[in-house]
């Protein structure tokens, strides 16, 4: 069975029922199953992604565990925890435009908790959609953000770009604002820019490079042997699980990153019905269901 990101075409398709069916489809992402995910990924050398490059797994795979928390940050953090007491580090992107996102409330906190418990916390970067689709300059409001996060002691060397649903929409990379990156992002599904004659003239864009703002690597451009990631989706349109992942079958010494978002993952399935039935109504019907990933 192979999977891939599924294509924008789809993912901006209006799809009511089969969204407020998704927790029946996808009752399988609980932390119970999370969990055991963990137990197994005890048997290689797990790294949170900036020290991914530089290690080494001898005779054991290296796994970069990613995190791209677009919603849910409490989600996020029942994860870290669950990833602590196993010993286990792995790095989380936070999305600066999310909901979550707001400083007035526990949100510096939160992010303090997730790197006391040994993880990363990098910025999940939403740049050209807030230049594109609200006018700010993103060069501003980069600098802000990361001279917030740093004054709250929070360690930021690392970024990843977010497929935001105007991205998809217009058919852009939110890492393009990088000059330094190359404007082609591995397997990510907004490789289809221009998916309707929207083309996007990348040279018009406001632009910086990851170390003039002190950043060290764009998640997405890690040398890696396999990628696994609960945003890609089966021919038969199903969310790729890792129940099926054992990481004691990769290649010794090979290197791995595995993508998950919290915002998938649930306490049980009533949880997950709850959860998504209550936001239900509006907020789905209103975007087809299509998530940003
Ligand atoms: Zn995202």
Redesign the pocket.
Known sequence: MSYRPPPSAALLRRRPVRSLLSPLRERRFTYEAYGALLDRLRQVRVVPLREFEGSEGGHLPVVGLRH???SRLESALVLARMEAGRGLRATY?V?HTAPYYDRSTGLAGALRELQELGHEVGL?S?LVTLELARGLDPRWVLARELEWLRREGLEIVGV?????YEARKHGFLNHLFFSDLPARAPRFPNNDVGLRGEKLDASGLTRGTLSEFGLRYDADFLDNDSYFADSYFDERGRRWHPDGFDPSHLPPGSKAILLT?PCHWDASLPAKVGRVWQRGGSALLRRGGSE??
């Open positions: 791209d928390v677009d992107f999305l999940h939403d990843a770009g977010h497929g935001s978002h940003a990933e």
